[in-house]
């Protein structure tokens, strides 16, 4: 959601019009400015919101005093089937899809890996999909995540 902004302009867009892309999409980092979908009114509050909550972390993770870590999760479009690959999903949903197992990973994978982890982290988190545009190397450098499902785009 604090990069769903991206979707709005190419060559991002043209997955939720189901048009595959020529070449490899840039991939969005951690680094990179967020930036809300201005899809609605709720959407773009929603979004706009997930933003100021990692502000927020951040800010109280460099207290002196702070005992805990922040770890912000950008999960990805999970839903509740499995079937990612039916017809009824564009390639904007499809292309940042995580599957259930892929976030229980993802879960695990921090648990396990809380003595290494610093005081303030960002992690996308999404399946192996074809067009994924989130660059998720951080997630296997530090928690060793590799995604085992995907979305893959049929050519027809």
Request: aromatic share 14%.
């Amino acid at each position: 959601m604090t990069v769903f902004g991206y979707l709005e302009s190419e060559p991002y867009s043209s997955l939720a019009e189901n048009i595959q892309p020529k070449q490899p999409l840039k991939k969005i980092t951690i680094k990179d400015i967020s930036i809300p979908s201005h899809f609605n009114p709720s959407f773009e509050a929603y979004c706009s919101n997930k933003i100021f909550c990692e502000e927020l972390s951040k800010k109280h993770s460099s207290s002196a005093t702070t005992n805990f870590k922040f770890i912000c999760a950008r999960l990805r479009w999970i839903n509740t089937t499995v079937d990612i690959n039916c017809d009824l999903y564009d390639w904007s949903d499809k292309s940042i899809w995580c599957s259930h197992r892929d976030l229980c990973q993802f879960i695990d994978r921090v648990l396990d890996n809380q003595s290494i982890l610093r005081k303030f982290e960002i992690y996308f988190v999404s399946s192996n999909n074809d067009y994924c545009w989130v660059d998720m190397d951080n997630s296997r450098e530090d928690l060793n995540f590799v995604p085992r499902d995907g979305a893959k785009w049929k050519n027809t």
